[in-house]
């Protein structure tokens, strides 16, 4: 069955990065975006940014510019989210999507990011 | 701030019917989709496009637009469907995506 299968969950410093990986199954990894979306605990659902799997063409929220970075690795089938300058803002469970643009129709369980000194 | 407005809370009787809006300029171009989320989950795309639901979600689920309003209606609401709901669409310049801020429903 078609499933996004995120990496556990991180804690790291403020000031550090963080990546966080999705590796899709039961469909072809180049034929779909892959958006990143985030949820802060008792918050909303906050749209981060995506990538298109096949050219490697993303496009990222304005308020993450400048320090995320969205890659991927088609032989495994694999994209990755990276988040820089990190601050107690950014703690959150970073969820995976696969985008029938704009439509985000298969999610990975989430992975918490914690930034705490 | 989010570019789509949502309803912070909205309640129903078990059986009725509920609507929720979401409302935003880029709504009188594009369409928005909506997603149901319960605690601890992750969320689920209900309803996309014009009015599309995806395989496993019951008819009961269906969507509308109306000048810069869309809205997600749920007939004969069942006590599975409490949950918060979430509206999404590409933002003014149709290249990047923005979410309202969510509705608790609550069925009564």
């Known amino acids: 069955q078609v499933q996004l299968v995120q990496s556990g969950a991180e804690v790291r410093k403020p000031g550090a990065s963080v990546k966080v990986s999705c590796r899709a199954s039961?469909?072809?990894?180049?034929?779909?975006?892959i958006n990143w979306v985030r949820q802060a605990t008792g918050q909303g659902l906050e749209w981060v940014g995506w990538?298109?799997?096949?050219?490697?063409?993303?496009g990222y929220a304005q308020k993450f510019q400048g320090r995320i970075t969205m890659t991927r690795k088609t032989s495994i089938s694999t994209a990755y989210m990276e988040l820089s300058s990190l601050g107690s803002e950014d703690t959150a469970v970073y969820y995976c999507t696969r985008a029938i643009w704009p439509n985000l129709d298969v999610w990975g369980k989430g992975t918490t990011v914690t930034v705490s000194s | 701030s989010s570019e789509l407005t949502q309803d912070p809370a909205v309640s129903v009787a078990l059986g009725q019917t509920v609507r929720i809006t979401c409302q935003g300029d880029s709504l009188r171009t594009y369409y928005a989709s909506w997603y149901q989320q319960k605690p601890g989950q992750a969320p689920v795309l209900v309803i996309y496009d014009k009015n599309s639901r995806p395989s496993g979600i019951p008819d009961r689920f269906s969507g509308s637009r109306s000048g810069n309003t869309a809205s997600l209606t749920i007939t004969g609401a069942q006590a599975e469907d409490e949950a918060d709901y979430y509206c999404n669409s590409r933002d003014s310049s149709g290249y990047l995506l923005v979410f309202g801020g969510g509705t608790k429903l609550t069925v009564l």
């Open positions: 039961g469909y072809t990894f180049t034929s779909y975006d």
């Open positions: 990538m298109n799997p096949n050219s490697g063409h993303t």
